[in-house]
């Protein structure tokens, strides 16, 4: 990660001269943490400031003043009741904007803990599981502005502006892009690239670049056009060099939505490029100071219950109630009791609001492109150590088979600060076939996944992973490498964020819905960020923006266009399988699964357990999580 010379130097140079004529000049001096060393270094962690472009950029402005339109209906039209059903991030963002539009939201939670997705808890030992490694980013706009409303931005811990790269054939070996402060976007992303040195040649750069064009020019409407298209189809149709898949798509891929770029949409990786390129600040990261359950849903919860609203946990919806119309006339909820409401929300995993649909509503095309959507699978490993891995302040793409980013939180975040012993938290994927995969892990047993996750930290780790006989994969470490897996946590999310693979985004819903009174929300609901925490939280913003509209008699954006081939079908009435089972994984979440819950996922979500990609039942089948 030296700033290299030579080449590189003459490129800088070249590149100076492209900014001088767009009117822009370097800083004078390279600035420190470019030359910094990666590994080796302090194993303290250092937070940067919070960067100060991300409060200026289009798409903040935009969602501020999304907050400040709704917040001004508080003295407008008629105060509602809202049942909101789900408490992850979409649902709370949801009830926090109905709260400051002056409405009364009770959030509907099935489990004992908020946050869904983004739920963590403790174990036996008092050690902290999150259901996923969340990595917030400069380009999260919406997410920004609720840290803002909220007064929570300490609890983000900046890290430096750089991408991290571990290098596929040089086991043990890092690469970066270094963003040079005071370079402006798109220009720091290039220079990122072109001062990179291992990764790509200059002339796969070189024919990188056009391809790309369009999507920062042309922006969305490109972006969705290349959605019939996987990230190679894309790659094959415009003649970029093969190995731009492996050496950045693969990982880019992974990260965005565990999926191998051969099966996922151009439109993700477009999407992604199109919001963080064109930000100063877009791709900077930052890990939350703990779990998300404790650090972000309950200053949610506070809020909204301090302007009236309720949070409810240990609230699983049974059943959605509909009168002759269609209409909703109450929320039958598992413990015998109805909810009702003016207005009602539903912030539930696709997956189970498949399952939740009412017979009524099963013959509308609406409703019914939700056949197209279903959620992939991933697993998050947190994998505690003897000792203290070499540190690396940040996130790591790991650009191996079985992994997709990690990161060393004993390094990285303060909840899991410890000089002493590292704790790695992984995300495991492709983990299906449907995700580009050849096993089905969720179905493999955890010292089957931890064995081969040994296997590739061997890789990442050389000279200190230990050659230890409880992991065979292990078994070519010498004896130079002394670090010993102590304990371990395998969290199965078998329903994860929708899969994106091509064709799929369009038949994303709107937040409003053909039935009066009845809204949605959900990452997996059209909304202009990806299946994300960002994405989640613009849903639900989207959803209170409805109810409002609504409420003070404002029209509304309106219905997303059905698509044609959905809208010419014919549907018979389907009466809703509803959910089985009471653990997380019921509920679209993650969770440490015993025997039982194996078997539980197994009867429920077959799926997971097909050795046979012509086995899998149809999406909507295969939603049947318990
Ligand atoms: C391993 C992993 C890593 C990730 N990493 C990132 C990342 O780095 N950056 C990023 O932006 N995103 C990341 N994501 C994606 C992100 O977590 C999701 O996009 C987001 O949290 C989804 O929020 P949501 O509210 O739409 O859905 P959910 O979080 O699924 O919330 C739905 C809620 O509904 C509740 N519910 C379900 N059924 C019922 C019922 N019957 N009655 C009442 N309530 C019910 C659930 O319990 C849950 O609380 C990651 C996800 C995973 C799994």
Redesign the pocket.
Known sequence: VILHQGRGTHRLQMFTSVLAVAGYTLPAAVPPQVGMPLRGASPLMKDYPTPKGIFKTDNYLEGQALSEKIAAYAWQGEKKTVAV?????????CAKYLADAGHTPVV????D???????AWTDEDGDTI????????GA?PN?MRLFTELGIHDRLQWKVHKMIFAMQQLPGEFTTFDFLPGIPAPFNFGLAILLNQKMLTLGEKVQTAPPLLPMLVEGQDFIDAQDELSVLDFMRKYGMPERINEEVFISMAK?LD?IDPDKLSMTVVLTAMNRFLNEDDGLQMAFIDGGQSERLCEPLKRYIEARGGEVRLN????EIMTAEDGTVSGLQ??DGSVVTADEYVS???VD?FKR?LPAKWSTMPFFRQTDELEGIP???LHMWFDRKLQGVDHLCFSRSPLLS?YADMSTTCKEYADDERSMLEL?FAPCSKLAGGDTNWIGKSDEEIIDATMGELARLFPTEIANDERWPATSKQTPQGQARLRKFAV?K?PR??YAAIPGRNKYRPSQETPIPRFTL????TSQKF???????VL??KLAAEVVADRAAGQPTKGLKVVQPDVAAKEYAPKEPPG?KGEG?I?????AVLSDSGMQWVRENDAAQFDGDEAMRPAPAEAAAVV
């Not at 609230?315 to 049974?318: G, I, N, R, T």
């Not at 990806?530 to 989640?536: F, K, P, Q, R």
């Open positions: 059903i789900g408490g992850g991030l979409s649902g709370l963002a509907l939670e099935a489990r803990v908020l946050g869904g997705k983004v739920s999150e259901t996923g490694l969340h990595i917030f980013f999260y997410m990260a565990f609230a699983p919806l049974k909820m598992r912030a539930l995993p189970v939740m991933v697993i998050n980013v995300v969290v999310v994860s964020v929300a959900g990452d997996w990806l299946g994300s925490m960002e994405g989640a849903a639900g959910v997380a019921a509920f679209g979440g993650g």
